[in-house]
């Protein structure tokens, strides 16, 4: 999406650059009317002056672009469909309570102090689309699966709750919006001239909303997302120059940030601490697995021939899920699961999670991009710097050529309820919305205001720049967690644990109508 954008907002900043040339040029060449007058009589003037006169006259430019066309060049891009929707309330529903309302207080009031700026200039920027449009917005903050039975409460009754939709794809209700027709196909005729997706930049993630080929959202992030990555590896990097790990970001850059290389680093921790210090921990299992699985070119799940196929079980997947297991054997990747102990869920012995990480008990972590953010803006207590990683390239990646890439499975899909009267209208909001809410800077915003070194800004934009999707965790139901974390307590091997669920993962693919263009 972003290198497409840049290349709208590149051609746009041409268009306006050449366009304040052209009026330039005009405003410095006077017209005849203030030149000196001539000490010959009219009549004397060489009539080839006069005409040479007459030609030089500067031509009034004039602008044929529609309105949607110049809220275009004003707007990062997106064409818009401005009208006037005589004061229609368009009602927003979605899961995360802070992004287009302020945060709370105790008593349930408005609290601009505590509210994130990006969220204030998005609601800010949603009163201009009201006045521009002539409506108000409305947000509803609600459960997931409140808000499946809502619009089938709504359905029975002929009624509509709901006009968009702002719907995260992990463990969610995708499959069950789309099956009982409660969202609207956005190649509908009323409004497939409305949401363009030929020209306008969306994200490929939009292809988690394909259900028997037909789209049924739209894929964008709002700037106080923090979505632009889902898994990333962080590391310490107080640590890392403890222990003489060398240039990292470096290794990165010139290729040789390998499956080995980081196997020699973990030792060499390991040795060096004496075993005060883990190599590395993880947040979740759906964070590691896929970033692994990804970087020796395979995926859980891919398209073929239109179909959504399971495919954790290929050679290189179980390659991946194998190497974990070194990892894990070798004392390189801490567990992180909790055990019951007197009625209470404390961490597994030797484990380490978020905080310990933040403690210094490991120098590595695969987990959510979005996590570092904690640690720059101090929700985080820790005495230690930062930075962020690739995942390290397996060996059927260097074969193949592959590139250090990002992952992502959690796509927050738009989607218009399909009870909604005048859809074409709910679908010029959307557009709006996405024209001028979307995070547009990534490069210069996100990573300034959320990363706490140079070297980690480079690395996002390798990772961005190559973003791979995780589209099996868009089917609800999913199984691949359970094996994953039999792999990780070791009490399966990978191929028993991902090959006792290929038949039930895959009738869940099919069973969803998943398909792709």
């Known amino acids: 999406m972003k290198k ?27 017209s005849s009317s203030n030149q000196p007058e001539s000490s010959q009589p009219e009549s004397s003037q060489p009539e080839s002056s006069q005409e040479d006169s007459t030609e030089s006259q500067p031509t009034e430019e004039v602008d044929n672009r529609t309105e949607g066309e110049k809220l275009a060049d004003e707007y990062y891009g997106f064409v818009e469909t401005p009208m006037d929707l005589g004061g229609r309330t368009i009602t927003i529903v979605t899961q995360p309570a802070t992004r287009y309302k302020y945060a709370q207080t105790d008593d349930g009031k408005d609290d601009p102090d505590k509210t994130a700026a990006d969220t204030i200039e998005i609601i800010n920027t949603l009163k201009e689309i009201e006045k521009d449009y002539n409506c108000t917005i409305n947000v509803e903050i609600v459960k997931g699966s409140k808000i499946v039975d809502t619009m089938l409460e709504d359905k029975a009754a002929g009624d509509n709750s709901y006009d968009i939709l702002d719907y995260g794809v992990s463990d969610t209700y995708l499959d069950q919006l789309v099956g009982q027709g409660l969202v609207m196909d956005m190649n509908d005729p009323r409004i497939k001239d409305i949401i363009k997706f030929d020209s306008n930049p969306w994200s490929k993630q939009s292809d988690y909303a394909l259900f028997n080929d037909i789209q049924y959202g739209v894929q964008f992030d709002t700037n106080n997302t923090s979505n632009i990555l889902r898994n990333a590896l962080l590391f310490n990097i107080d640590l890392a120059e403890q222990y003489g790990l060398g240039d990292l970001y470096g290794m990165v850059k010139d290729g040789t940030w390998t499956w080995a290389k980081f196997e020699e680093l973990c030792e060499s921790i390991a040795q060096q601490s004496d075993g005060s210090v883990v190599p590395a ?23 073929r021939d239109g179909k959504l196929q399971y495919t954790m079980d290929s050679d290189n997947a179980l390659e991946a899920a194998n190497w974990i297991v070194s990892l894990r054997e070798k004392g390189y990747l801490a567990p992180n699961w909790t055990e ?46 930062y930075g962020l990683l690739p995942c390290p390239l397996g060996p059927k990646a260097v074969e193949a050529g592959d590139t250090y890439h990002g992952v992502t499975y959690s796509a927050d899909i738009k989607m218009i309820s399909a009870g909604t009267e005048k859809p074409e209208e709910v679908a010029a909001i959307l557009v709006a919305i996405a024209n001028r809410c979307v995070k547009h800077d990534i490069e210069n915003t996100e990573l300034k205001n959320n990363l706490m070194d140079e070297g980690s800004k480079d690395m996002v934009m390798i990772m961005y720049n190559d973003m791979r999707s995780d589209y099996s965790r868009r089917v609800k139901g999913y199984g691949v967690g359970g094996a994953n974390n039999s792999v990780l307590k070791l009490e399966k091997t990978p191929a028993q644990a991902y090959g006792e669920i290929k038949d039930s993962e895959q009738a869940l693919y099919d069973a969803s109508g998943s398909s792709s263009n």
């Open 4 to 30: 497409k954008l840049v290349s709208v907002l590149l051609a746009t900043t041409m268009v306006l650059s050449l366009a304040a040339c052209g009026n330039n040029s005009s405003s410095s060449n006077p």
């Open 281 to 303: 921990g993880y947040g979740k299992e759906n964070l590691l697995f896929p970033m692994v699985v990804f970087s020796n070119d395979a995926s859980v799940a891919e398209y």
């Open 340 to 385: 019951t102990i007197d009625d209470k869920k404390v961490l597994v012995d030797g484990g380490v999670d978020y905080a310990a990480f933040a403690e210094g008990k490991a120098v590595f972590f695969f987990d959510f991009y979005g996590d570092i953010q904690k640690f720059v803006q101090g929700t985080q207590a820790t005495e230690y710097t």
